[in-house]
């Protein structure tokens, strides 16, 4: 089993940053990718963002160039830095863990981007 534990979501104005932490615990050696993805109210859970083990990355189009994943293996904490945040970001946040077989979800930051 794993666990995950996201932290850092909050209210931020238009062109703010926010990080987004997401520690990860338990069987932890089967995870090849790590992610964040984000749903809106009314909206479906999208992917904003993936890295592998390796450290190669992919980022929804609607971010690139604004939010930077990166991950730290020895902490097990993978991190979304988001920068140049618009109120359409707001949703959401969950961090997946992914392995050949299985899928593992937190249980959700807010972020929410407003004046």
């Known amino acids: 089993q794993v666990q995950l534990v996201e932290s850092g979501g909050g209210l931020v104005q238009p062109g703010g940053s926010l990080r987004l932490s997401c520690a990860s615990s338990g069987n932890i050696f089967s995870i090849s990718v790590m992610g964040w993805f984000r749903q809106a109210p009314g909206k479906q859970r999208e992917l904003v963002a993936a890295?592998?083990?390796?450290?190669?990355?992919d980022y929804a189009d609607s971010v690139k160039g604004r939010f930077t994943i990166s991950r730290d293996n020895v902490k097990n904490t993978v991190y979304l830095q988001m920068n140049s945040l618009k109120p359409e970001d707001t949703a959401v946040y969950y961090c997946?863990?992914?392995?050949?077989?299985?899928?593992?979800w937190g249980q959700g930051t807010q972020v929410t981007v407003s004046l």
């Open positions: 997946n863990a992914r392995s050949l077989v299985e899928s593992h």
């Open positions: 890295i592998a083990h390796g450290g190669s990355t």
